[in-house]
């Protein structure tokens, strides 16, 4: 079954405290981004990748880091927590544009993080 | 900047209606437009993508359109049933590989 799977799915972490959200993607797919729910906000992109090794900024990339080592995968690293990064964390992925007709999003079920 | 607007934020109707939900975004130089579902506390659902050289799509009950000269696109739900109660977000996607979302707009059909 083609998807997206992020984990964990649920987090309460401490202001400070590294930590790292996983996505995967069975797709082949080079493009995967992520985005951060707000109510109110809607989604705003963090950081996307065009392919291995290639990344680049969002809208909101501070705070945040990614790395694409494999074409799967595409973790999202904070390295010092703070309370206003509390919010809904989804992976995507997709084929870049220009490539195929039907190239649309597939995301992950949602990391839902708080911290403290 | 672009931006991506949807109006309303919240509709409430009787099950049965024919319903339009909006999407309006300030730069016409996209590259596909992508209607999603998000259930309460849950991921977002495609529900259907329109490329830019497109004008609508059709799935079941539901028909997207698009109008880039004017910057907009409508999503048509034909007959609502209480299950179609959910937030609706559409999501622009540019040439340079960003997408930019509406806030989304909350639907609530009533049995």
């Known amino acids: 079954e083609a998807q997206v799977t992020q984990n964990p799915r649920y987090l309460i972490t401490v202001t400070g405290k590294k930590l790292t959200v996983t996505c995967s993607q069975n797709?082949?797919?080079?493009?995967m981004s992520w985005y951060r729910q707000d109510p109110g906000l809607g989604l705003r992109q963090i950081y996307y990748?065009?392919?291995?090794?290639?990344?680049d900024k969002g809208d909101v990339p501070e705070g945040y880091k990614v790395s694409r080592k494999e074409k799967r995968n595409f973790p999202l690293i904070l390295e010092s927590p703070s309370p206003n990064q509390t919010s809904l964390y989804f992976c995507?992925?997709?084929?870049?544009?220009?490539?195929?007709?039907?190239?649309?999003?597939?995301f992950g079920p949602g990391t839902r993080l708080t911290v403290l | 900047k672009q931006e991506v607007t949807q109006i309303p934020a919240a509709l409430s109707v009787p099950e049965g209606e024919n319903l339009v939900l909006n999407c309006s975004f300030t730069?016409?130089?996209?590259?596909?437009l992508q209607w999603f579902r998000q259930d309460p506390g849950k991921g977002l659902t495609s529900l259907l993508l329109?490329?830019?050289?497109?004008r609508e799509q059709t799935s079941g009950r539901l028909n997207a359109s698009l109008d880039k000269s004017s910057g907009r696109s409508t999503l048509y739900i034909a007959a609502s049933q209480p299950g179609d109660s959910a937030t609706y977000l559409c999501?622009?996607?540019?040439?340079?590989?960003?997408?930019?979302f509406g806030s989304g707009t909350k639907l609530n059909v009533k049995p």
């Open positions: 995507a992925s997709s084929l870049p544009s220009g490539r195929g007709t039907y190239n649309e999003q597939f």
């Open positions: 797709m082949n797919h080079e493009y």
């Open positions: 990748s065009m392919n291995v090794e290639v990344t």
């Open positions: 730069d016409s130089a996209i590259y596909n």
């Open positions: 329109i490329q830019s050289s497109q």
């Open positions: 999501a622009v996607r540019y040439n340079f590989n960003k997408f930019y």
